[in-house]
């Protein structure tokens, strides 16, 4: 009798992605638009999507998904949301830019406002990029001052003086970060080491009265998710408020996820500027800036700190964005810390009957798990995690069913849609890829 055993003769289960990598190579650089979708963290070919639904993404090549990026945030709602895509193709109907202004943006403006004591006016633009770019502008032209302090692995976008990494010692001025940043806008950068108050005081002792700002994440989610040291906000409120210094809030993560009021609300400490983008473009391209109205009039046309954008205020994007911003009721973030302590607490189950080291961060609906015995608190820490093991970890899931972020230093976000049964399969893919990654 000839053997009987069946053999997988399916093929490669990625192979549609793969062929279509390869001509996306030819005329895309990296064959991506933004360099972390291009799995340089994790090794591999890129999948490409073809859709999604709720928690669901759906690849080219049929595969399905349980999302854990959620478009890098923004899709709190899951994806596809009825009420979101009705918003917008009412509004397309009508038109899809107009070049002046409508009552829509009053409208998202005002949301925004409302539900942040620390924001009086409100500027919308494109990108995440754009907000952190003119809030900085707009801080330098406010105080007068050039220098500016950032935190080591926070990410604002891709912005000249914010693309620059520390060099060696606690606090130093900045070098590029990228090719193309002038070495002389990266030295108005100074950065140091997060969650470390002697080094936050070394900062403003040594460069207060230089800084025009101090640009952070107060919940950090671009080295995974690291949330403040008790106190520390506070403390970096206080010393701006001593030295003239502007605060500046980067909330473009966490900015209506982690709450209504975003971190400045759950956290309860006040920026003098706030960012935001992800959610409150619910998927379009959307962001914003805003602060106290002192501040705010200092830009053009009635202040002479200039920003514009022909698309700001787009009329899809902000209608998506009300759509969105509109169901985000105490109820929502309630169930979403329900979600996120079912998954925190049934990872850390998982790992532990297995046999395999992690510690995890969870803020609301973001979280993170570290291959490493120690909790991390800064950059360093996460550098010193076991980044090979995650990378093994990320193909297992994906071949189990579950899109992860391609990058052990990406935050996992889940959204409403994430219902048991989302978490049910997650766990049980969880199970197989943590024996799998055991035995290599
Ligand atoms: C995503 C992100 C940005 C950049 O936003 P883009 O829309 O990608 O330009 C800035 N800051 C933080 C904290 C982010 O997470």
């Known amino acids: 009798m000839q053997n009987t055993y069946t053999v997988d003769v399916k093929q490669d289960r990625y192979a549609l992605s793969k062929q279509l990598f390869d001509r996306a190579l030819k005329l895309i650089p990296g064959g991506v638009n933004s360099p972390v979708r291009a799995f340089g963290g994790v090794g591999g070919t890129p999948v490409f999507m073809a859709g999604a639904d ?35 193709k009412n509004v397309m109907e009508v038109g899809t830019s107009f070049g002046a202004p409508t009552d ?24 995440g990029t754009e907000a ?42 900045g070098s590029p970060s990228s090719a193309g940043v002038p070495k002389a806008l990266a030295e108005l950068t100074c950065v140091a080491p997060f969650n470390d108050v002697a080094a936050l005081e070394k900062a403003f002792y040594e460069h207060g009265e230089d800084l025009a700002c101090v640009i952070l994440e107060p919940v950090a989610g671009n080295m995974g998710c690291i949330p403040p040291k008790d106190g520390y906000l506070k403390t970096l409120r206080e010393l701006c408020t001593k030295h003239g210094t502007l605060l500046i809030f980067d909330e473009v993560m966490t900015g209506f996820r982690l709450d209504m009021s975003s ?14 983008g992800k959610v409150i473009g619910g998927g379009l391209p959307l962001a914003a800036y805003g602060g106290r109205s002192e501040i705010m009039d200092r830009l053009s046309p009635i202040g002479d700190v200039y920003q514009a954008g022909t698309l700001s205020g787009n009329p899809l994007a902000v209608s998506a964005g009300i759509a969105t911003v509109a169901q985000l009721t105490p109820e929502v973030y309630a169930k979403l810390e329900v979600t996120g302590a079912k998954l925190q607490k049934g990872s850390e189950e998982i790992f532990s009957d297995i046999g395999i080291p992690i510690r995890t961060h969870r803020v609301g609906s973001m979280f993170s798990i570290y291959f490493s015995e120690e909790l ?60 799998k990654i055991k035995n290599t």
């Open 54 to 88: 709720g928690a669901a993404l759906q690849d080219m090549d049929g595969n399905q998904y349980v999302d854990y990026i959620g478009s890098w945030g923004p899709m709190i709602l899951g994806h596809a949301d009825a009420r979101v895509i009705e918003a917008v």
């Open 376 to 435: 991390p608190y800064t950059f360093e820490d996460v550098q010193n995690t076991d980044i090979e093991m995650f990378k093994k970890f990320f193909h297992a899931m994906l071949d189990e069913g579950v899109y992860l972020p391609p990058s052990a230093y990406e935050t996992w976000f889940f959204g409403t849609c994430h219902d048991d049964a989302i978490l049910d399969m997650t766990f049980t893919a969880m199970r197989r890829a943590a024996m």
């Open 263 to 276: 971190a400045q609300g759950l956290l309860g400490v006040e920026p003098d500027l706030s960012c935001f």
């Open 132 to 173: 952190t770019m003119s809030a900085i502008r707009l801080a330098r032209g406010y105080t007068g001052r050039d220098k500016i302090l950032k935190f080591a692995g926070h990410y604002h976008g891709h912005g000249d003086s914010l693309l620059v990494e520390a060099g060696s010692g606690l606090i130093t001025h």
């Open 104 to 127: 829509r943006e009053t409208a998202l403006a005002d949301f925004i406002a409302e539900r942040h004591t620390s924001i009086e006016k409100v500027r919308l633009v494109n990108s």
